[in-house]
């Protein structure tokens, strides 16, 4: 089967952008959302993002060194550069968004599950999927976390189900970590990686299944122990980004990363651990300080404050 019809089951961080990566390369794409309050907070993301590449394209012709790797190839022409901006707003304007189960899912050739980093809600929804995808639907969970082991039998195709990270602003980092279980069948992996490269990421194929992956198996201890100085009121999260970026010349400290990654997203990791639930531990502490700043609406960058104020 020839993948061309894809759906993006939830419009939050890394679903806009995955969405919107999948339309700029050509496949026809959609995004299921629960409700029209979700529809309404997708729409800006992807106008948001559409924008970034857009400007990023721009940005490369006087430039080279702006290119984003998800977006153009090295050594590209100004004419060629002008040409790829040009796909950049109807592949915007085509992505469908709706909250109706076989609208979105009826004729769907690859499912990517991208909803919140909850075991329940994605058991919820792959129980209740099974009901809108036809046969020939492969299904690939985006979980930060979680193994697809824990979710294949719930999906009801365990053979075609496996895991597919990216990481945030996947037009720049453009990396597709791509992990199955032990039931998944090979081709169906296989597609996976093709389709991976011809949404221009570079596909990283893991040998078995690794909590984290690849990425976050560095990155989530990286940022709780910057959380847990924070927590621990040892420095604020300011002083803790400079110490990490003038120390190691890195671009970002990690409270910057995690306004990208999104507040809810953190709490939901934090949360998983049971420890959490004592407010006078250190995950505890760590939950009650992201709760206060996403009850704020301070979830990240997309939310226009997190750590940080953006324009």
């Not at 679903?15 to 997708?42: D, K, N, P």
């Not at 990686?193 to 690849?214: H, N, S, T």
């Not at 120390?247 to 910057?256: E, K, L, S, Y």
Request: charged share 20%.
């Amino acid at each position: 089967m020839t993948i061309k019809k894809v759906t993006v089951a939830g419009g939050g961080v890394l679903g806009s952008q995955i969405a919107l990566q999948s339309a700029y390369c050509g496949f026809e794409v959609a995004i299921w959302l629960r409700s029209e309050g979700s529809i309404e907070r997708c729409a800006p993301k992807l106008d948001r993002f559409a924008g970034i590449y857009e400007a990023t394209l721009q940005a490369t012709k006087a430039n080279p060194a702006a290119r984003a790797r998800g977006l153009s190839d090295e050594g590209a022409t100004a004419e060629e550069l002008d040409a790829l901006c040009a796909k950049v707003a109807p592949a915007r304007a085509g992505i469908k968004l709706t909250c109706d189960w076989d609208e979105a899912f009826g004729d769907a050739d690859l499912v990517i599950e991208a909803v919140a980093e909850d075991p329940a809600q994605k058991v919820e929804f792959y129980t209740e999927l099974q009901k809108h995808i036809p046969e020939k639907t492969i299904l690939v969970t985006n979980s930060s976390t979680l193994l697809p082991s824990q979710f294949a039998e719930a999906t009801g195709r365990p053979a075609k189900f496996l895991a597919l990270h990216f990481a945030n602003n996947i037009w720049a980092g453009n990396t597709a970590e791509v992990m199955g279980h032990a039931g998944t069948d090979q081709q169906y992996y296989d597609q996976i990686v093709k389709f991976a490269e011809d949404i221009r990421m570079v596909p990283l194929c893991l040998k078995k299944e690794q909590p984290g992956y690849i990425l976050n198996s560095m990155l989530v201890p990286f940022l709780s122990a910057a959380e847990a100085l924070y927590a621990n009121d040892v420095a604020d999260p300011e002083t803790i980004d400079k110490t990490w970026t003038l120390a190691t010349g890195a671009p970002n400290g990690p409270f910057r990363i995690l306004d990208v990654v999104g507040l809810v997203t953190a709490y939901n990791i934090v949360t998983m651990n049971p420890a959490a639930a004592d407010p006078e531990s250190t995950p505890g502490k760590i939950a009650a300080k992201l709760k206060e700043k996403i009850d704020a609406g301070k979830t990240g960058i997309n939310a226009g404050e997190g750590f940080y104020k953006y324009n």
